[in-house]
């Protein structure tokens, strides 16, 4: 097969996925709110915990 019309045959079926995709799920707030969370939780995992000799410890008397 000819790569232009390999090519040309590529972005037609990508449109046509493009399209099908904007169709099926539409955009809710919940699903934003959901997805902000869950990048706000992979932050929150991904930063180290601070480690255990850097803490204060205070004694009371």
């Known amino acids: 097969m000819h790569p232009d019309i390999h090519l040309q045959l ?4 990508a449109a046509e996925l493009h399209r099908a ?3 099926s ?11 902000w969370a869950l ?8 930063v ?5 000799t850097a803490r204060r ?4 008397a």
């Open 39 to 46: 990048v706000t939780l992979g932050l929150h995992l991904a």
């Open 57 to 60: 410890i205070t004694l009371a």
């Open 25 to 35: 799920l539409p955009r809710t707030p919940f699903r934003s709110q959901l997805g």
């Open 10 to 13: 590529h972005h037609l079926d």
């Open 21 to 23: 995709a904007a169709d």
């Open 48 to 52: 180290p915990a601070e480690p255990a």
